[in-house]
């Protein structure tokens, strides 16, 4: 048993190593000892996202110093020595059944989010308020607990803003209860990446609420459609979110993003 997990273990550092891009970036903070991440960044001609990503997975083998530069760390310096003295890491060919969710969530993406935390973080939580304030004002249940609240627009926006964060919280406690490792930051960016997919739904709708277009019959129909679509999409954005902020594997990932859409939805059908 702990022969085959050694095993699986090291067929993933294969994956990871097997990277030309993740190779160079070993192979200049080796050079360089330590290095920042900006001048790396100038170093590779990378951006922000893309060297951020290729960072974090190689967390296992750099470290940062006291004045925040990235070096290496024991494991890292042995690896730089096998894949540049002795013999390269040997590529693993990626399985053709390759992870559906990846072809559709655009990983640039969470490139551009994660690459910048603290500009990604005021812009996702301006898109929160826009959404949050358009659900509330077009009457949409932005969450099921709107349903309670008959006292207007401002109300709904105020715990369809809420409903995110507790969203947020709860998947952060799931994930601790688990023990999977977190970086919440991270995971607070990748899960607010699934508003996204609500504003092709709430633009059309804005526009029928601020005309006064009747939306009933078939109207209805598409933006009832067109809601459901945008909830999926929704659901594998903040999957892959949660899979790229923490050590959670995919597919567990995707259970647990879409059990608690599952309950927002049983809580729904229970107050109604």
């Known amino acids: 048993m702990n022969t085959m997990i050694g095993d699986d273990e090291q067929t993933q550092k294969m994956k990871v190593l097997s990277n030309p891009i993740r190779q160079k970036i070993l ?15 100038e170093e590779l001609e990378m951006t922000d ?8 997975s190689l967390d296992k083998f750099i470290q940062k110093d006291q004045q925040n530069f990235y070096k290496l760390n024991e494991e890292g310096k042995s690896i730089v020595y096998t894949i540049f003295h002795e013999e ?32 990604s973080l005021i812009e996702l939580n ?13 009457s949409s249940y932005f969450s099921s607990i709107e349903s309670m609240f008959l006292g207007g627009p401002i109300i709904n926006a105020f715990i369809s803003f809420i409903h995110w964060y507790l969203y947020l919280l709860l998947i952060f406690a799931v994930l601790k209860i688990l023990r999977y490792e ?11 990446v699934g508003i996204i997919p609500y504003i092709i739904y709430l633009l059309p709708t804005g526009i029928l609420y601020y005309t006064n ?60």
């Open 27 to 41: 192979k200049t903070i080796s050079d360089q000892g330590s290095i920042s991440f900006s001048l790396l960044k």
């Open 49 to 56: 996202g893309n060297l951020f990503y290729h960072l974090k």
């Open 88 to 119: 390269a890491i040997p590529v693993v060919e990626p399985k053709k059944a390759s992870w559906f969710l990846d072809k559709i969530t655009f990983p640039n993406i969470f490139y551009y989010f994660f690459g910048e935390p603290v500009r």
């Open 126 to 138: 301006i898109l929160l308020i826009i959404t949050a304030w358009l659900f509330g004002v077009s």
């Open 182 to 192: 977190t970086n919440f930051k991270e995971l607070w960016i990748g899960v607010f």
């Open 213 to 272: 277009t009747p939306t009933d019959n078939w109207i209805g129909i598409i933006l009832n459609i067109v809601f459901i679509i945008c909830k999926i999409y929704s659901t594998i954005l903040v999957t892959q979110g949660i899979n790229l902020s923490s050590d959670c594997k995919k597919y567990h990932a995707l259970i647990l993003a879409g059990i608690l859409i599952l309950m927002d939805y049983i809580y729904l059908m229970v107050i109604l």
